[in-house]
């Protein structure tokens, strides 16, 4: 079974958050949110709380296939802040294991120096964070170990890019159609 990790800061953004985990479960990846606040109930930029699977600081998640960011504000800055997860990401980006993030997360890799060259898209208006990309506008952008995508609106897309990238594109197909995103 295929492991991901998406991770909560203080400010993420709830939906994007959610849809991505939602779809990855019922493609059948073993999909875990991480909390990097210290507190397993985390608020969204919403004022949402969110109840993590797991903490940041009690972890060693280094076993995954894949990390994911959410975008939100000021969710993005927290990710982006958090030495221990620098570290992760910059060992994942390392062993050339899948990075994904959404809205304005995608800066995040962006500003660490880790998309130079590569493809990428990010919730309009931040491509400056995008540092070292060709910033495009499609809705999710892969550019491996990269996908990208732009914004809460684009999340079940993105989320089926992922499962399709874990498992396949028949089961993202399948769960497409389940979940009446695919409607023939």
Do not use: W
Not at 28 to 37: N, P, Q, R, W
Not at 40 to 62: K, M, P, W
Not at 147 to 157: A, L, N, Q, V
């Amino acid at each position: 079974m295929k492991k991901a990790y998406l991770f909560f800061a203080t400010g993420f953004e709830e939906v994007e958050a959610l849809t991505v985990v939602d779809i990855l479960r019922r493609g059948g990846v073993d999909c875990k949110t991480v909390s990097i606040t210290g507190d397993y109930d985390v608020t969204g930029s919403h004022a949402i709380t969110i109840r993590a699977d797991l903490l940041f600081d009690e972890q060693s998640l280094e076993d995954a296939d894949m990390l994911i960011m959410p975008g939100g504000i000021p969710g993005t800055p927290n990710l982006k802040a958090h030495a221990g997860l620098d570290k992760l990401i910059r060992q994942y980006a390392q062993e050339g294991k899948y990075l994904a993030a959404v809205c304005a997360a995608p800066t995040i890799y962006g500003e660490k120096g880790l998309l130079q060259g590569k493809n990428a898209t990010c919730y309009p208006g931040m491509e400056d964070g995008l540092v070292g990309a060709n910033a495009l506008t499609d809705k999710v952008v892969v550019d491996e170990p990269f996908i990208t995508s732009r914004g809460m609106g684009t999340c079940i897309e993105f989320g089926l890019k992922l499962l399709s990238i874990l498992v396949d594109a028949a089961t993202a197909e399948e769960i497409g159609k389940k979940i009446v995103y695919y409607t023939d």
